[in-house]
């Protein structure tokens, strides 16, 4: 395999790209096509300021639940992770790390953002830690680094961030009359109002709806009248996406006037606690899919995870920092239930399925081609290898399922589901390896020996499928 250059420089210009066929695929159609990242968690406030990061490790390593996952694994004591050792020091140990990381997709992506945007074409190690930090800490106090430069420098054209109902979308707004040239787009993420298992804070969440609807919310019916005033607030500035995360598909079948009573006595703090919580999750997740499919949004939805199973460390931490799983629970009867009764109604939005779990990919997809839809070109997909399976093994798996049973010339590709502002690279990660299965199998004879015919599939995956598909 010919991925590395020698033992000096980190990957040369052929990477992952196993044969002159992939090359000329990548080079000619993938590699200079814009970028639409339709889900991360990019902060808005940060691209609207646009400020210098504070370090390396600001960029590099807060919040990156991979790489301290990986230094736990190691043994690093905690203040050198999510602690309150110093930047360099937190780096340093990163460093440390990385060179046994080898066969993990951290490997590739750390080198990846070194070599892009940074020029660093060196292994990363403890040995030349010191020296790295330094020349990406000169590098980090240039015009040229700050946010929205590197969106720019990665050829972002367009992406969607995730955000609270109740978020005034301000920085969205500055970001929309600045000369900024990428287009950056809120998402509608309810979860925290349509599920909980903590009751005080689920009250809270309410209260910050109600101040943000202007809906005195006292039942479910009031609850989706304040989620669509922020539905119709959010679609004037520009959203066209919703998402939702599940450890397990809510049962829409359940809701009733018993629950309804009860859930109204719960809002007014006449009772601790809902006895029901799912139940109240699929009613009003399936109202809120028939606002989407209205307002002609695509909706999302996220499977298959398993939250938080380090009580300990969450106490001490918080959430998202390292501890979340692939699960196992079964759902994917429940989602064919909503999608049936949405779809009879004519009122099933574009749908994506993504789930952490690649025991259930062939269910999912096999799921996804049940309701697509004339006119649409895969109007329900199964998504993009998602979080642990965002890797080499993962990616293709997915994209062999997706082949194997639809169709992948209409699959909308890839996107970053982060919140760090080098992931882009995955874009790139992403392109070389299509670029690599289309030309790996044209070698073999097994596709069509037409570059052009070809290509054009490759940057539909890429790009165009994607452009379409959200109407951006």
Known sequence: MKSFINNKEVFGESFLLESAKAENLYFSYAKDLPVIDYHNHLEPDVIAKNKNFR?????WLDGDHYKWRAMRNFGVQEKFISGNATDEEKFNKWAEVVPYTLRNPLFHWTHLELKNPFGITEYLSGKNSE?????????LKSDNFRPQQLLQHFGVEILCTTDDPSDNLE????IKTSDFKTSVFPAFRPDVYITFTDEEAYRKNVQKL????????????????ALYIR??????????ISDHGFEFFPDTTKWNSTLDHEFREFLAGNRKTFSDPEALSGYLLKELCKMYAAKGWVQQFHVGATRNNNSKMLHRIGINAGYDAIGELYFAQRMSVMFDELNAEDKLAKSIIYTLNPTLNEVLATMAGNFNEEGIKGKVQFGAAWWFLD???????QMNTVSNLGLISTFIGMLTDSRSFLSFSRHEYFRRLVCNIFGS????????????WVGKIIQDICYYNTKNYFGF
């Open 441 to 452: 199998e044209m070698e073999k004879g097994l596709l069509p020996n037409d570059e052009e």
């Open 231 to 240: 539905i119709n607030y959010f679609h004037d500035n520009g959203a066209r």
């Open 210 to 225: 109600e101040n943000a609807s202007g809906i005195a919310i006292q039942s479910a019916s009031d609850l989706l009248e």
């Open 55 to 59: 370090s390396p490790a600001a960029i």
């Open 171 to 174: 920085f969205h707004q500055d």
């Open 391 to 397: 890797q080499l093994d993962g990616m293709e798996k």
């Open 131 to 139: 020296a790295v930090y330094s020349k990406m800490n000169d590098a």
